[in-house]
């Protein structure tokens, strides 16, 4: 029978490189609200993947969050003390060797074996690399080898693997509200096209999947929009009821605010069509959303209106595209700006036909300036006296890219006069291609892991 009990899902993350220490005053919170309750943790997005994916080629046991153990340590033992379930897509690349870890942190910590699930089914890199490259994918790839592909799951699984009585549950890559939706369908019992309370609950998800922004972190601006205690900031909880709707807060004695307006903001944050968000598990319309203040920092939605689900899934498709050269050096004190200006002229002679450079003057013109540094030309030198300057290219081959490192490094002696600081950097890179798959080519569900325990 399906539950008419609200359920707490709360979010400690809401990307990879998060802060790792607000789990544990959401988990206090849901230990003292009591009853039905989750923890979500979202880490993951189309760069933190690639990233993953170079760190695995890298080591085949990696390739997971580099956080997990600053996430996970200090909350498991009162997560799995008091049944609150975690769900997370800190598996990244290598979602068993994200299981895998969190069982070893348990083993450490003296705790009992949690009941560990790894969500299958986002890698799609073989089918892709077989039967279903489309002319236009393989046209698009210009014959690179793809080094990854993740579809964008749904949240059917780990709605499943909460039903099999999973402690944790981990994912790669899933849709972010997903992460939310699983507990909420896990909870409620809601069949598979209920589409208006699903949309509902997806929705709840969005409002939690970027953490503290809905509390005030995004939306803070001094002396426009002021929050309260920033340094400090809640990260948010949400009240989901079986109707579909919910109403988000935070912890209390911490930072931050959730109101009308830091609601409203996250709910249109990267929200392409309001009325036709499409996610794996429904096309969710807001038009017709309502938002209202019901109580201090207490805010609902509700009126959140849901239509079938997309046939296909979207995908992203990982390739090599060589290497990611940087370079960075100071200028200070009277002309500054001049000296950095002829600094960057002096690289662009330099490295002529190495291919498009990207110029940043920071503090002067870098988030609005272009990636062939045609701005440099453009506009007058001004007067600013404390200048960095910065100058990036890519390039397929590795000993080009390392041409700009050295020319940077040699401004300290080769002029103009003043330049201090350099630091340069050397990475290698990967394109991403989105594309659609159709759904039955990416069949999902988990697995238990065993207890490895010596």
Not at 107 to 120: D, I, K, T, W
């Amino acid at each position: 029978m399906a539950s008419t009990t609200v359920i707490h899902v709360g979010s400690a993350a809401g990307f990879s490189g998060d802060r790792t220490d607000a789990a544990s005053a959401v988990v206090d919170a849901l230990i003292r609200i009591g009853g039905p309750a989750c923890l979500i943790f979202e880490t993951l997005a189309e760069r933190t993947l690639a990233l993953a994916q170079l760190a695995r080629l890298q080591d085949p046991e990696g390739g997971y969050e580099p956080l997990l153990d600053d996430l996970i340590r200090p909350i498991l033992e009162r997560c799995l003390a008091h049944r609150i379930p975690i769900v997370s897509n800190f598996g990244a690349a290598n979602p068993r060797g994200a299981g895998l870890r969190i069982q070893a942190i348990a083993r450490e910590l003296g705790l009992r074996a949690p009941r560990v699930a790894v969500v299958h089914g986002d890698d799609v890199a073989q089918r892709l690399a077989g039967t279903l490259m489309t002319p236009a994918l393989r046209s698009q790839l210009a014959g690179r080898a793809i080094i990854s592909a993740n579809a964008y799951i749904g949240a059917q699984a780990i709605a499943d693997a909460l039903r099999a009585g999973a402690d944790v549950v981990v994912t790669g890559r899933v849709a972010d509200p997903s992460l939310v939706l699983g507990p909420a369908l896990a909870h409620h019992g809601w069949p598979m096209d209920d589409w208006d309370r699903i949309a509902g609950a997806t929705m709840a998800g969005h409002l939690l999947e970027c953490g503290a922004q809905v509390t005030g972190g995004y939306y803070a601006d001094p002396g426009v929009k002021d929050v309260p205690d920033l340094a400090r900031v809640g990260y948010p909880i949400a009240a989901i009821e079986h109707d579909g709707s919910c109403t988000v807060f935070k912890p209390d004695d911490t930072g931050g605010v959730v109101d009308e307006h830091t609601v409203k903001e996250q709910l249109l944050y990267e929200v392409h069509d309001p009325a036709a968000y499409l996610t794996p598990d429904v096309v969710a319309d807001i038009t017709q959303a309502r938002v209202g203040q019901v109580g201090p920092g207490r805010v609902r939605l509700s009126g959140v209106r849901g239509h079938g689900r997309p046939d296909a899934l979207k995908v992203n498709v990982c390739f090599e595209t060589g290497w990611l050269a940087e370079g960075e050096i100071s200028y200070a004190g009277a002309r500054a700006e001049h000296r950095a200006r002829l600094a960057a002229d002096i690289l662009t002679q330099r490295l002529h036909g190495i291919g498009p450079l990207r110029i940043d003057l920071i503090g002067v013109a870098s988030v609005l300036a272009d990636d062939r540094g045609r701005w440099l030309h453009n506009t007058p030198a001004g007067s600013a006296t404390d200048v960095r300057l910065r100058v990036a290219t890519r390039h397929a081959d590795k000993g080009m890219a390392t041409r700009l490192m050295r020319e940077v490094n040699a401004l300290y002696t080769c002029g103009p006069a003043g330049g201090g600081g350099v630091r340069t950097a050397l990475r290698p890179t990967l394109g991403t291609i989105s594309c659609p798959l159709d759904r039955e080519h990416a069949p999902t569900g988990f697995d238990l892991l065993e207890d490895t325990a010596p």
